[in-house]
């Protein structure tokens, strides 16, 4: 801190306690509208890699799903939708991943195709799929362009809708 700095805070009696953070984004916990409006074909995609690796109660749920939000890291690759209220802290417990792999994705430690390994569920486009509570809560596709623009499209950027 320079000089001036000290002396501002002296004159006004300000400590490093009276600084100003930005305050976090706002948590929506409304749904805003079911996620079938917008993905229809991702998510009978979905329903079928969920009931084909055993998890029905969770292919069942799949057309209930609502859109909190969206995921706003800015990648071009990423087209992921929260379908519970995004936590400010972490998910929780219990909380566990369903990934479903594009083929090409490579075994790290083999460096073969998962896609010609049988033992991992592939599909077009890499799938992470949150389930907390055995509720889906968050969906991950990764490098699927028309899901992302559909996505970017119903929840556009406040900037963006500026």
């Known amino acids: 801190m320079d ?6 805070r002296e004159i006004f009696g300000e400590t490093d306690d009276d600084a100003v953070t930005a305050p976090k984004p706002a948590v929506n916990t409304t749904p805003l509208f079911p996620l ?3 993905w229809p074909e991702a998510l009978a995609n979905l329903e079928r890699l969920l009931a084909e690796s ?3 109660k969770l292919a069942a749920s799949v057309n209930t799903l609502m859109v909190f939000d969206r995921c706003r890291c800015g990648a071009d690759y990423c087209s992921s939708v ?7 802290d972490g998910w929780g ?6 990934v479903f792999w594009n083929p090409e994705t ?8 998962i896609g010609d390994s049988g033992e991992w569920q592939t599909t077009e486009f890499t799938t992470i799929i949150d389930v907390v509570k ?5 969906i ?15 929840l556009p950027d406040v900037e963006a809708a500026k």
């Open 36 to 38: 079938r409006q917008i």
């Open 140 to 154: 991950e596709i990764l490098n699927d362009h028309e899901s992302r623009r559909r996505l970017v499209e119903a």
């Open 82 to 88: 929260y379908t519970k209220p995004k936590p400010s």
């Open 134 to 138: 055995e509720e889906i809560a968050f």
């Open 106 to 113: 490579k075994d790290l430690d083999t460096r073969e195709r």
């Open 93 to 98: 417990k219990p909380h566990r991943n369903l």
């Open 54 to 56: 055993g998890e029905s």
């Open 3 to 8: 000089e001036k700095e000290k002396l501002r």
